[in-house]
């Protein structure tokens, strides 16, 4: 089941390109049904759909950053690689949270510290599911 609608998808793509995301060039080669089948929240694919919904429903403002994160998944490749897709994680994470949240909103700095520990939860959990280079 897909978790986003076209509608969301075309947002999310908008959003990523305009926030001028790392590594965004990724999505050029994907259409807009392509990722809708490719993205599916914020969490890995083998948590299931409703704790995922839970999740990205708290934290919205990352729901780009693990789109964008999910196509690297997608995609796969070297370690290295997988290592640079966890860091964007968390360095779209900080550009999305000062978009969204001006300097004095403690948002702001929560939806950082998120995007840092969903990195770093995904370094040191997300191998097993990075798939070779397609």
Known sequence: M???TLEEIRNIRRTINELGFEGREILEKYSDEHLR???????????PELARDVISVMN???EPVAALHDVAFYEGGSREQFLEANRCFAANGT???KAEYRWYDPRR??????ARKFAVICDRFGWTAWPPQR
């Open 60 to 62: 919205p403002a990352l």
């Open 2 to 4: 897909c978790h986003y």
């Open 37 to 47: 089948e490719i993205c599916n929240g914020i969490g890995p694919d083998w948590m």
């Open 95 to 97: 550009l999305a949270a």
């Open 109 to 114: 700095y929560r939806v950082i510290w998120q």
